[in-house]
């Protein structure tokens, strides 16, 4: 039985014809020439070529040469034709470091990233004390990062039922310092600057904000203003700072707006996944503070649960550092959680 061969073309399958076309290569019409058969690593192909003086085509199976790919080849003459050829993938090259770890979003992690994730077990769930006491272990970097929450709900904000926007007072503030911006006219003027508001104005802060003002973090605005205020949509809008009722930014008790905004008032809303994202504090805080701001969050999550959600409210949760691995909460413990009587 011939082997396949090596590219000298020590094995050629002939048929003459005035075209050639694989299907019309039987056993019945090849002719094998074997000349010292050898063992080849590479795939056979067809290849056509042609006769000058006698004008006839000839078929050549020649080996295709692809170092990633080991073929076997067999073939047989006979009644039921030619054996196809078995085709083994080779082992690829070892690899080392980054490029040998399992997870692609893995590799592209940087080696302080790699060392803290080994902290904790990947989706095992933790109950909320000592996720608390492994996010402050894992802050690794040169600036304070933020504590991050994230819940995954069982929503669908497409609906107008299911949307979920709302704010929540964290007891222990948020460790960042708050710059508002207050659009207001009148009388109001001088309460909203006692008040402690960074800046103040009317339609002429409007106008800075369409030249392209944007030096503040909180944009509060009473209700006689809004008309004016609308034409700042395109604008403030995709940043999350037009005023809105829901997120107590439109109102007529400016200086309490002004108070809890500056105390730790935070929005959050639920992203079209149904995922609601809420910074909860700094690592720096105590873990017993962690634990009353994540919680407070997490309460007024529950409070403001849309008309529309059914069956099982709370799918995940997670929290997790500004540069840190996330960690996985369990649910039932989240939700039965009672703080100590010395928190409070």
């Known amino acids: 039985m011939p082997t396949c061969t090596t590219p000298s073309s020590s094995l050629m399958l002939t048929y003459a014809a005035s075209t050639v076309h694989t299907q019309d290569l039987t056993p019945s019409i090849l002719s094998f020439k074997p000349n010292k058969p050898t063992f080849s690593l590479y795939p056979l192909v067809l290849n056509a070529s042609r006769d000058r003086k006698s004008g006839l085509k000839w078929a050549n199976l020649c080996p295709q040469r692809d170092p990633k790919h080991v073929v076997v080849a067999a073939m047989a003459a006979g009644e039921k034709g030619l054996a196809k050829a078995a085709t083994i993938t080779a082992p690829s090259k070892r690899k080392n470091g980054k490029a040998a770890l399992p997870l692609k979003r893995d590799r592209m992690r940087s080696k302080r990233f790699l060392e803290i994730q080994k902290l904790r077990e990947n989706k095992k769930e933790y109950d909320l004390k000592t996720a608390i006491s492994f996010l402050k272990e894992m802050t690794s970097t040169k600036f304070v990062e933020t504590a991050e929450a994230h819940f995954r709900l069982n929503i669908d904000p497409k609906y107008n039922d299911q949307q979920l926007r709302a704010t929540v007072n964290l007891p222990k503030g948020t460790g ?34 369409k030249g392209g003002f944007m030096e503040f973090d909180k944009l509060i605005a009473s209700p006689d203003m809004m008309v004016k205020v609308a034409s700042l949509g395109k604008i403030l809008g995709p940043r999350g700072l037009m005023p809105n009722p829901k997120a107590a930014t439109v109102t007529p008790n400016i200086p309490q707006a002004i108070e809890e905004f500056k105390k730790g008032k935070v929005e959050y809303r639920a992203d079209k996944t149904g995922i609601v994202h809420i910074c ?18 997490v309460k007024s999550i529950e409070t403001n649960k849309p008309k529309g959600a059914k069956g099982v409210y709370w799918k995940s949760a997670h929290i997790c550092t500004s540069m840190g691995p996330s960690i996985r909460l369990n649910i039932r413990e989240m939700l039965d959680y009672k703080l100590p009587s010395n928190i409070i």
């Open 176 to 209: 960042q310092t708050v710059k508002v911006a207050v659009l207001t006219q009148g009388e109001k003027f001088d309460d909203a600057k006692n008040a402690g508001a960074d800046i103040v104005g009317g339609e002429d802060l409007i106008e800075q904000i």
């Open 280 to 297: 909860f504090g700094k690592v720096d805080f105590s873990e017993d503070d962690l634990l009353v701001n994540f919680l407070a969050a």
